[in-house]
């Protein structure tokens, strides 16, 4: 049974780009939760996403946007790239009800900006 | 505003001891806290949880103590193992009302404990 995977795995962009990350939720899951991880540091939340729409939002500002599809994979679109933005990201999946506090990870995307 | 404190940042220990990582929470509306297990080039995987109506929970070598009083927590392992070298965070999540699904409530996790045990 796969977990939650993520795609890419690593890549590089430089000031002013824009990056789409894409995750795909553990079977039988259908929230999809995004956080960004710095070195050093704990995850923060990004934003969730349930039944196609952004349920919560954490402190992040525009520039980070997501997508959930029919299928209940997801996206995150980081615009006008700053350096800062350079952390892992990574996709949590879980479900709704009895079982809804347990978040799955994936492996995350790591993402450099120069 | 860091909502979960995370103490110590790192800790070595030697094989077969019993390391102690300590967290404090502000927010009493908090009421689930888990702790996640990471090794290098990986995710996050959970290792155990507690809500605040248990004063201690044990998983195998893995257990939490939960003082509610003081808004503290902590993670012991016994008889800790090299295997067991990763970071550890704990975690926090609020009762967040509403009438939608999803995972209520977002989880706020501590700065993280990396955690070297030594053969």
């Known amino acids: 049974d796969a977990g939650v995977t993520q795609s890419p795995t690593h890549l590089i962009k430089t000031r002013g780009q824009q990056v789409t990350l894409r995750c795909s939720p553990k079977?039988?899951?259908?929230?999809v939760s995004w956080y960004q991880q710095a070195l050093g540091q704990g995850p923060q939340f990004i934003f969730q996403?349930?039944?196609?729409?952004?349920?919560q939002r954490g402190n992040f500002p525009d520039r980070f946007s997501g997508h959930q599809f029919p299928n209940y994979s997801s996206e995150l679109n980081v615009n006008a790239l700053l350096l800062g933005d350079s952390a892992l990201y990574l996709c949590?999946?879980?479900?709704?009800?009895?079982?809804?506090?347990?978040?799955?990870f994936g492996a995350g995307s790591r993402l450099t900006v120069l | 505003q860091q909502q979960v404190k995370q103490s110590p940042q790192s800790l070595i220990v030697q094989k077969g001891g019993i390391p102690i990582i300590n967290c404090a929470y502000e927010?009493?509306?908090?009421?689930?806290f888990p702790w996640y297990q990471q090794f290098p080039g990986k995710g996050p995987a959970l290792l155990i949880a507690?809500?605040?109506?248990?004063s201690e929970k044990k998983e195998g070598r893995f257990t939490i103590s939960f003082n509610k009083s003081a808004k503290q927590f902590s993670l012991h392992i016994m008889d800790s193992q090299p295997g067991d070298s990763a970071t550890y965070f704990c975690?926090?999540?609020?009762?967040?009302?509403?009438?939608?699904?999803?995972?209520?409530?977002?989880?706020?996790f501590g700065k993280g404990t990396k955690l070297s045990v030594k053969p």
């Open positions: 949590a999946s879980s479900t709704t009800g009895y079982g809804a506090n347990v978040l799955t």
């Open positions: 079977s039988g899951h259908d929230t």
């Open positions: 996403y349930y039944e196609e729409e952004e349920r």
């Open positions: 927010n009493t509306a908090f009421d689930y």
């Open positions: 507690i809500r605040p109506d248990v």
């Open positions: 975690a926090a999540k609020g009762d967040v009302s509403g009438n939608y699904g999803g995972s209520q409530g977002n989880l706020i």
